[in-house]
């Protein structure tokens, strides 16, 4: 709801405050009251506007050249001050009351320089810090010496000639709220007595009513996929007037908006699925290890005979073991979409959860989308902000279906028919290696080249099977690449652990897969276990490790290729610095002498093995995806969540003269 026009905003503020059970226990005797009196149209907490002559005076009295704000000169024409109404602000904005920031007990006096720094490092309420200067030359608004202070500032004027309000309640390391006009700050003081009184009964007049039908209005348009980001508004501008409703209906959008990373707890009874199901598990960071204190302050944030089923899902989504449901044909949907998540092809998970959100049925009033599938380890990487917004710009449930203006929803680049990750390649590796991808790849590291990985992949096995050749164990909860490190650490801090994540791709292969961030040894050809044939006993397997060095302290880089079938090794090859070993008989699209050309022999014996090529690298990748139809899922592997493994290690103890 937003004001242009002082007169119905003042005497709406006027009508509510005066019908409100508090306003004759808020009354302040000492500042005139705060009671409305009754003006020519109702109830009014304001005085008599003042004349021309006396904002001119006012002018004049605060400088030869000033020239008020059109906000704040127009207030004035309309009322000369505001009583307190519902809000911890004092009279304010009298003519007799404005004057220059210069109250020796105020923050001028106290420590100008310290405000000043601590409103630098501080945020406002519109992200922005108080500029430097503020109380060396604010005007001030409010009458009272103590309590909150409504400054404007004649340093920060926009294009309108308003200049920035501040609202500064003095908390400690707190700073001052800002806005962008007298007006902006006087709406946000409304929207706050408002909100003071959210709980009051008997507390409804005519905004309550037109906001409550706007939050209807709202929430009937988001299920038919219609002004997603008017109805996000509309519940965020309710909420701020402690509307019903509307606070779980904004976290609800805001979390599907940003992909999961807007989480907020909305406690309720866990009973109602609403908050038992998807709002209870929104509000937990999935891999997040809260300490014992922080796990039963959660905790105690629920009704008593809520709290241990609290803890529960609090314990699920930390270990990555909660699972979403959902009933109908989109829970159904979920449960496919989960098992091909789980090994990788988020791409067709995600179709399955698009075409069925359509068929999705909230819980109640207050439900809008299966918010809680951001929550399921597997499937909420899956749902990134794009991704978000379509589910949100779908018609669903039965009341979007029928409202809906027509079939469709979202960009229609956001869901391929057919899609799936197995077409992703090998190649996308050697990618993240170019120079120019600054590092933003799987190890997170500074330099694109730095990073490593290594992978067997096995065909007539299932990922389970594979695991339990290359592991020490059984498989571990799903794992994020970041979230492998946690994985990695031994019990009491002893030698990190290998772990490496697990999936299937293409026509019945499965794979393991590691990436530098995670590999604890170095590549030494000598000593390399033969890991790879034994994944191959009763099929086929084909095993990749690369390493980009050739830096002054770094081993040369290396690109080792191994095909296997039942156990034995039949062809391969190992490019290492400016040597290449080849053994058996290559297929002509991986001879590497043509993917990886003999670099020059350096005259310098001291001089440095370049680096591996990321273009011949790319030329391997790809054609090992062409010869045997193998991939690695890019999106699961990068933004994803696999089954983990802990594996043993691929090269033999050294020997005695061996490299170690």
């Keep these: 709801m937003k004001t242009y026009n002082w007169r119905p905003f003042l005497e709406r503020w006027s009508a509510d405050w005066a019908g409100s059970p508090g306003a004759r226990a808020e009354s302040d005797p000492g500042l005139g009251g705060a009671s409305a009196a009754e003006g020519p149209r109702g109830p009014w907490l304001g005085f008599a506007g003042a004349d021309p002559g006396r904002i001119g005076a006012l002018e004049e009295r605060l400088g030869p050249d000033v020239v008020l704000p059109p906000t704040f000169r127009s207030f004035l024409a309309v009322t000369d001050g505001w009583r307190p109404a519902g809000t911890d602000v004092p009279l304010l904005g009298t003519t007799e009351g404005t004057r220059w920031y210069g109250d020796p007990r105020g923050p001028q006096g106290v420590d100008e320089a310290g405000r000043d720094e601590a409103g630098r490092e501080g945020s406002s309420a519109e992200g922005e810090a108080a500029p430097a200067g503020l109380w060396g030359r604010a005007l001030r608004l409010s009458g009272a010496v103590d309590g909150p202070e409504v400054l404007l500032d004649p340093g920060e004027v926009n294009a309108d000639g308003e200049w920035a309000a501040y609202l500064h309640r003095d908390r400690p390391g707190g700073s001052p709220e800002r806005y962008e006009s007298f007006m902006e700050l006087m709406q946000a003081l409304f929207r706050s007595f408002h909100h003071g009184y959210r709980d009051t009964p008997g507390f409804e007049n005519d905004t309550t009513r037109e906001l409550d039908a706007e939050v209807e209005a709202a929430r009937l348009a988001c299920l038919r996929g219609e002004a997603v980001d008017g109805s996000l508004k509309v519940f965020a501008d309710a909420e701020e007037c402690g509307r019903p409703r509307a606070r779980e209906l904004r976290v609800q959008m805001e979390a599907l908006l940003s992909g999961g990373r807007a989480r907020e707890r909305v406690v309720g009874p866990l ?14 960071a999935p891999g997040a290890v809260p300490s014992e204190g922080t796990a ?59 075409t069925a959100v359509a068929d999705w049925e909230p819980y109640g009033d207050e439900h809008l989308a299966p918010v809680g599938l951001l929550a399921d380890p597997l499937l909420g ?107 990695r650490s031994g019990p009491e801090g002893g030698e990190l652990r290998r772990v490496a994540r697990v999936g299937r791709c293409g026509d019945g292969w499965s794979f393991v897969h590691e990436s530098r961030a995670h590999l604890s040894e170095a590549f030494v050809p000598e000593r390399l276990t033969g890991l790879g044939e034994s994944a191959s006993v009763g099929g086929e397997s084909v095993t990749v490790w690369c390493e980009r060095g050739g830096g002054p302290s770094e081993p040369p880089s290396a690109f080792h290729l191994s095909y296997a079938e039942d156990g034995e090794r039949v062809y391969g090859f190992t490019v290492r610095g400016e040597e290449i070993e080849e053994w058996g008989e290559l297929p002509d699209t991986l001879d590497p002498e043509e993917l990886f050309p003999e670099y020059e022999e350096e005259d310098d014996p001291e001089a440095v093995a370049p680096g591996l090529d990321p273009d011949d690298e790319y030329e391997a990748l790809d054609a090992l995806s062409e010869e045997f139809g193998i991939c690695l899922p890019e999106f699961a592997i990068r933004h994803g969540r696999l089954p983990t493994v802990l594996t043993r290690s691929w090269l033999r103890t050294a020997e005695q003269g061996e490299p170690s």
């Design 381 to 487: 990487p899956v749902i990134t902000a794009e991704r978000g917004r379509y589910l949100l710009e779908t018609p669903r449930g039965a009341l979007g279906r029928a409202g809906a203006a027509g079939a469709g929803a979202g960009a229609g680049d956001v869901v391929e028919d057919g899609a799936t990750s197995w077409d992703d390649g090998l190649a996308w590796l050697a990618d993240d290696a170019s120079p120019d991808s600054g590092g933003s790849g799987l190890s997170g590291a500074g330099d694109g080249r730095d990073r490593a990985y290594r992978f067997v992949f096995a065909r007539g096995v299932t990922p389970e099977a594979l695991a339990g050749v290359v592991g020490q164990g059984p498989l571990l909860p799903p794992a994020g690449e970041d979230e492998v490190a946690a994985a």
């Design 271 to 284: 009973d109602d699925p609403l908050y038992g199901a998807e709002l209870l598990p929104l509000a937990v």
């Design 296 to 354: 039963e302050e959660f905790r105690r944030g629920y009704a008593a005979g809520d709290r241990e089923r609290a803890g529960e899902v609090l314990r699920a989504v930390v270990d990555r073991t909660f699972r979403y449901e959902a009933s109908g044909p989109f829970g159904d949907a979920v449960d496919r979409a989960r098992e091909q998540a789980r090994w990788g092809d988020t791409e067709a998970a995600w179709h399955l959860l698009a």
